[in-house]
């Protein structure tokens, strides 16, 4: 089989760029809302081929919520041998993930609480970001009064923002770099 160097070349582009994308941990978007007084955030994951998932089955072993200048509410999957799932690996074991919906400052089971809650300010851009060993998400929104306004990424909390977990430190600090 003698394939022409073109044909070949234009080939492994397009097989590479199908893939690249999927290196990328798939994202979901995190929702807010006021159920019964008490703010929920939840998960809509609409998710591509073969990551088909409901907001149920969306799960994170960090969340937290923060502001362009302080951290609100920060809880991580516990590393407490009954709170981890054994895997082949017997020198490794996972950390349980939380489902959605999670309410804001209940740290659920399996879990510790990084940043206790803190009141949530009104009219701020307030960030709520997640991951866990497979997907990741965010979702930005202001407080007005007992309403929820959902806000974009124009407020720039995301790449400001302070954080307890390292990889979203790297990424404030990359941020920071680049515009001094």
Not at 35 to 45: I, V
Not at 79 to 96: F, G, H, L, V
Not at 110 to 131: G, M, N, Q
Request: net charge positive; with cysteine.
């Amino acid at each position: 089989m003698d394939v022409p160097m073109p044909r070949w070349i234009a080939f492994c582009s397009l097989v590479l760029a199908l893939t690249l994308p999927a290196c990328q941990p798939p994202r979901y978007k995190i929702t807010s809302s006021f159920t019964a007084g008490r703010l929920f955030f939840n998960a809509e994951f609409p998710g591509i081929w073969p990551f088909k998932w409901g907001g149920s089955q969306v799960q994170a072993s960090y969340i937290e919520v923060v502001s362009s200048n302080q951290i609100l509410w920060a809880i991580k999957a516990s590393e407490d041998r009954k709170c981890t799932i054994a895997t082949q690996n017997p020198s490794y074991r996972e950390p349980t993930h939380l489902g959605f919906p999670l309410a804001f400052g209940v740290t659920p089971r399996c879990y510790v609480t990084l940043t206790p809650a803190r009141s949530l300010p009104e009219d701020t851009a307030i960030l709520v970001r997640a991951h866990g060993a497979l997907t990741e998400g965010s979702g930005q929104f202001k407080l007005n009064g007992r309403k929820i306004v959902v806000v974009g990424n124009a407020y720039g909390v995301e790449g400001t923002a302070p954080s307890q977990n390292p990889r979203w430190k790297i990424e404030a600090a990359q941020v920071g770099n680049k515009s001094s």
